[in-house]
Structures are given as structure tokens and as C-alpha cells.
């Protein structure tokens, strides 16, 4: 069981959480060999567990 960190309703494990993210790409991390880009993403805020209709709303509202 999880819960929407922006609207609060309750969802079962079955049910996939977003994580919305908002940063930058450590480009001297991204450049290290085996090392893949979401594992050089530097977050300066991030929202999770999101429900995929808060994902999409601050998206594309910011609220």
C-alpha cells in the first residue's frame, strides 16, 4: 500500500507510484564509463510516490 504525496489517496502495491523529478544532468558523472544518466541526475526537488494523474497535472501545471 502507498500513498499520493499530493492528493493522498491510497493505492495497492499493484499499482505503479511516478516519481517526478526536476534537476540537471551531472555531466562529468554521465561521462564516467557505466554509468548510465538517471544515475548522474542531480534532483534539486523532487515529489514521490505520485499517482499517475498528480504526475501528469504538475507536469504540466506546476501545482
Not at 564516467?32 to 514521490?48: L, P
Request: some cysteine.
Amino acid at each position: 500500500m502507498w500513498k499520493c504525496e499530493k492528493c493522498g489517496e491510497k493505492f495497492d502495491d499493484e499499482t505503479m507510484a511516478v516519481d517526478v523529478r526536476f534537476g540537471y544532468v551531472d555531466e562529468d558523472e554521465a561521462k564516467k564509463e557505466g554509468n548510465d544518466q538517471y544515475d548522474a541526475f542531480e534532483t534539486e526537488n523532487a515529489w514521490a510516490p505520485l499517482c499517475d494523474d498528480c504526475a501528469v497535472k504538475y507536469i504540466k501545471t506546476g501545482e
